[in-house]
Structures are given as structure tokens and as C-alpha cells.
């Protein structure tokens, strides 16, 4: 079945620099990659998401790369807010992520220093 | 409109004991899934309803573990006889279908532990 590895699991920056974390998923069938943060004690909150057929996808700050090839999907965070800090779980479906359960990576904690 | 209601948001209950936990999902969303989040862990899927059946139990971790859905609605994740191991949060999450590509919708969860 899928298996997604995600690094790293802990990252530190200084507000105002750039993030990345990155993932590899195991099923070339995978067509849908999601993101989301998760405060603690909150929900998940989904912020962004690709589908197979787009290599980059772009929401103001945040921008997902995806490399089908390499099997791997990038998450970039730009010019970094103390208020980006929360754990970040990246994840795979084969179904659309509609029709079918997610597998999510182990999670990244991202803390942005003032 | 509201989001994925979760009752109870917490639950303490005595090894042995059962437990439900109740998901009520966005109106009009067929697709609805449990996960499991262990302390300081990813998510882990238990299982999938669309509509009222449920396609995909796979993640389910044992036969004192199920779940039903009424009414292409709520939706109860049930433990029976509990254990220590089950302590963790359980999220659920729903998803329009009407293309296949719609993103999943998590609730606040129900954090349960087990004494």
C-alpha cells in the first residue's frame, strides 16, 4: 500500500526566512496531495492542495511542488509569521481524496522565531 | 454553514469499558472517514462510509473497533471492551464527492483516554 515519508520533523527559522518541507510518496497511482496545519489542540486545517496533472500550485505566501517522476511534493513557505508555527502533515491518496481515505506523513513542527 | 461537529471532545473512561464517539459531518458531504492521531503522531485511517456503506475498513485495528453510519449522516465509532493502547484522538472528516477531488474537512476530535 501507500507510504509516505515526510522531512524533515522538526524545523526552526527565523521570521521572515523560507521553509520547506518535503515528502515522498511509495504509489506512482497517487493523484492528490494535500496539505495541512495543525495547531496544537486544534483540527487539521487543510492549506493547500495538487492534483497529479499540475507540477506547482501557488496560494500567497505557500506554494506545493510536485514531482511525479521522483515521487516527491514539496511544501515552501515564504517570509515566514510566528503564527506559521504548528505541525504541518503532508499526505497521498489514489482516490481523488474524495473517495478514499488519505495516508499522511508523521508530520513537521515548524517553529518561526521572532 | 458549520463545519464537522465531534461529541464528546473528550472522554475518560476504564479499561474494559466501551465507548462511542459521534461524528456529524457537513450537510450535504456523502463522504465521511475516521482517523486515529496518536500523541505526537500522524494520522492513522480507520475507515471510509460514502453514503452508508462503508467501501474501505481496512484501517480498522482490531474486531473490537466499529463504526456505522445512519442516514448518509452521523456517524458512531464504537470500542468495545477498551484498552490503554487505545488512548489517542480520534478525528473524523468529511468530503463532497462531486468530482473526486475535494479535500477532507476535519473536526475538533474526540480525545479519549483510557485509565
Known amino acids: 500500500g501507500e507510504n509516505v515519508e515526510q522531512h524533515p520533523s522538526t524545523l526552526s527559522v527565523q521570521e521572515g526566512d523560507s521553509a520547506v518541507i518535503k515528502c515522498t510518496y511509495s504509489d506512482s497511482a497517487s493523484n492528490y496531495f494535500p496539505w495541512y496545519k495543525q495547531e496544537l489542540g486544534k483540527r487539521p486545517q487543510l492549506i493547500i492542495d495538487i492534483r497529479s496533472n499540475v507540477g506547482e500550485k501557488k496560494d500567497q505566501r505557500i506554494a506545493v511542488t510536485l514531482n511525479k517522476t521522483a515521487k516527491h511534493f514539496s511544501l515552501h513557505i515564504t517570509e515566514t509569521q510566528p503564527e506559521d508555527s504548528a505541525v504541518y502533515f503532508c499526505a497521498a491518496s489514489i482516490n481523488g481524496g474524495s473517495q478514499g481515505n488519505l495516508i499522511f506523513g508523521k508530520g513537521t513542527k515548524l517553529s518561526v522565531k521572532p | 454553514g458549520a463545519g464537522v461537529s465531534q461529541s464528546p471532545s473528550n472522554k475518560v473512561t476504564e479499561k474494559g469499558k466501551d465507548v462511542e464517539l459521534r461524528c456529524d459531518p457537513i450537510?450535504?458531504?456523502?463522504?465521511l472517514y475516521w482517523y486515529r492521531q496518536s500523541l505526537g503522531q500522524g494520522l492513522e485511517f480507520l475507515i471510509y462510509?460514502?453514503?452508508?456503506?462503508?467501501?474501505?475498513k481496512s484501517g480498522l485495528p482490531s474486531d473490537r473497533f466499529s463504526a456505522e453510519r445512519t442516514g448518509g449522516s452521523v456517524s458512531t465509532l464504537t470500542i468495545q471492551r477498551t484498552q490503554q493502547e487505545d488512548s489517542a484522538v480520534y478525528l473524523c472528516a468529511s468530503s463532497s464527492t462531486r468530482d473526486g477531488y475535494q479535500p477532507q474537512h476535519f473536526g475538533d476530535g474526540t480525545r479519549l483516554s483510557i485509565l
Open positions: 450537510s450535504g458531504h456523502t463522504a
Open positions: 462510509f460514502q453514503g452508508n456503506s462503508a467501501p474501505d
